[in-house]
């Protein structure tokens, strides 16, 4: 029976057309495979990111959540989660209408879609760690 594909590493261009999401899988011991995605806007990409990462490992989307929260505790500059399990809690207790305007839930976490698109590649970097695989730039990709 063939093993299982695992993604090995995750890189992106969000800062000028076009964005590219840029998924790299073991095939086997010699062969990876890169799968490309051309997300319509940076927050599809982000989304894209979660998704695959769940359908790989679905216990990722906890790792997420843990990670989000450490970066979050860690940062005195970071004002609000990027992703939370409640949507309230995203940007805080007392701005509630940005929560209510400005969310999407993507495999049962919310993901706040104001973002720019640092925050957006902190958020995939978040994803990456929590998956343990690599995150780069598609520009340090070696085909």
Request: proline share 3%.
């Amino acid at each position: 029976m063939p093993e299982a594909i695992k993604i090995t590493g995750i890189f992106v261009n969000l800062y000028r057309a076009p964005l590219r999401v840029v998924f790299r899988k073991r095939v086997d011991y010699l062969w990876d495979r890169y799968e490309i995605f051309k997300p319509w806007n940076k927050i599809d990409a982000v989304e894209k990111v979660i998704e695959v990462l769940s359908e790989a490992s679905p216990d990722v989307i906890e790792k997420i959540l843990l990670v989000d929260e450490k970066h979050y505790r860690q940062s005195s500059h970071r004002t609000r989660h990027y992703v939370h399990r409640d949507r309230t809690q995203l940007y805080g207790e007392f701005r509630k209408d940005l929560s209510e305007k400005y969310a999407k839930k993507v495999r049962g976490i919310w993901l706040a879609t104001n973002l720019d698109t640092k925050a957006m590649l902190q958020v995939i970097r978040e994803a990456c760690e929590a998956a343990e695989i690599e995150y780069g730039n598609l520009g340090a990709l070696k085909w």
